[in-house]
């Protein structure tokens, strides 16, 4: 796999418990946010995306929090499985063509 | 997975040699980008595309060079690679710049040794 993960916080669940995995972004103008999922040798795969105007978006077992106030975004998975081990990480973008993107947070399922 | 192909998807190069990476796309969005990414760092962007022959310079450009001759395909070049030029490569693209999510391709691990 790749070697990108090596110096990334880890956060260690067992599985079938939530997940809660932070991102603290830069811009107080960013508009929009993403999470996405990079598993190991492969791309970034979209998984939910939020709007300013929103605090709270909800997909299939995860849900986004956004805290524009202290500039915050949560990812909240619900019951882990172990297809959930991957590297996540969060991205912003005040509705140009610059995605600034996190350095990502290592999440182990426990089995 | 959106329509988004690297080549190659492995390369080992000598310093000097001139290296390009392709990424070609299936799903007519305006916008490509390339993005390296390395250990203890986010996704760096080096070029990015908004539309045919209209490209633009990144954080980290210094090095390589980016063309868009047509909509699906945005080729990077490294003139000259160098060991710093060691990295795993992304393209990515976007139905508009910053207003929807980006899809990412499968990535290419580039060695220069």
């Known amino acids: 796999g790749e070697s990108v993960g090596l110096h990334l916080p880890t956060l260690s669940v067992q599985e079938g418990d939530n997940s809660i995995i932070n991102c603290a972004y830069s811009?107080?103008?960013?508009?929009?946010f993403i999470w996405y999922k990079q598993e190991s040798g492969k791309g970034p795969q979209f998984i939910i995306d939020i709007r300013s105007n929103m605090d709270k978006r909800q997909g299939q077992r995860v849900t986004v929090l956004l805290n524009k106030t202290v500039k915050h975004l949560s990812l909240q998975i619900a019951a882990t499985q172990p297809g959930d081990s991957a590297v996540y990480f969060c991205a912003e973008t005040s509705g140009t063509y610059k995605y600034i993107f996190g350095t990502g947070t290592r999440l182990k399922v426990l089995a | 997975d959106a329509g988004i192909t690297q080549s190659p998807r492995h390369k080992v190069t000598e310093t000097g040699t001139p290296v390009t990476l392709r990424c070609h796309q299936t799903e007519n969005h305006r916008y490509m980008y390339w993005y390296r990414q390395d250990p203890g760092h986010g996704l760096r962007l080096i070029h990015y595309?908004?539309?045919?022959?209209?490209?633009d310079k990144g954080e980290v450009s210094d090095g390589y060079s980016v063309s868009r001759s047509k909509t699906e395909d945005f080729l990077l070049t490294l003139e000259s690679a160098t060991s710093s030029q060691t990295s795993v490569y992304f393209c990515?693209?976007?139905?508009?710049?910053?207003?929807?999510?980006?899809?990412f391709g499968q990535g290419t691990r580039l060695t220069v040794v």
């Open positions: 811009n107080s103008a960013s508009d929009y």
């Open positions: 595309s908004y539309g045919v022959k209209d490209t």
């Open positions: 990515a693209i976007s139905g508009e710049g910053g207003e929807t999510e980006a899809f």
